[in-house]
Nanobody
Framework: QVQLVESGGGLVQAGGSLRLSCTTS????????MGWYRQPPGKQREFVAG???????DYANSVKGRFTISRDNAKNTVYLQMNSLKPEDTAIYYC?????????WGQGTQVTVSS
C-alpha cells in the first residue's frame, strides 16, 4: 500500500502561483508513476500532470507551459508548481500513485482561483 498526503492548496488571484506537495509513504523510486489530477466543480476528474519513476514528465494540454511537476527523492515528495493560474484551474487537486498495478489516491486539496 501507499499513503499519500497532499498540501499546498488555497485561494489565489488569477495570474498567481501555488505549489502543491504530495508526500508518499514509500520511496518515490518504487512507485512506477506519480500523477496529479483535478476535479473542477460539477465535472469529472481529469489528468493534469504525471511523472514516471525514471523522471519523465507529461502534462495535459491545458496546463502545458504553466505547470511543472517535479520531485524531491530524499523527501519522497512530488510537487506541482502552478503558475499563471486561471479561474478555470479551480478544482480539488488529487495526487495519485501507480504502485504494483494499483492506483492510490490522496485526500485532495482545494485550489480556488479568483478572477
Amino acid at each position: 500500500q501507499v499513503q499519500l498526503v497532499e498540501s499546498g492548496g488555497g485561494l489565489v488571484q488569477a495570474g498567481g502561483s501555488l505549489r502543491l506537495s504530495c508526500t508518499t509513504s514509500r520511496s518515490i523510486f518504487s512507485i512506477a508513476r506519480m500523477g496529479w489530477y483535478r476535479q473542477p466543480p460539477g465535472k469529472q476528474r481529469e489528468f493534469v500532470a504525471g511523472l514516471t519513476s525514471g523522471g519523465t514528465p507529461d502534462y495535459a494540454n491545458s496546463v502545458k507551459g504553466r505547470f511543472t511537476i517535479s520531485r524531491d527523492n530524499a523527501k519522497n515528495t512530488v510537487y506541482l508548481q502552478m503558475n499563471s493560474l486561471k479561474p478555470e484551474d479551480t478544482a480539488i487537486y488529487y495526487c495519485k500513485a501507480y504502485y504494483y498495478a494499483y492506483d492510490y489516491w490522496g485526500q485532495g486539496t482545494q485550489v480556488t482561483v479568483s478572477s
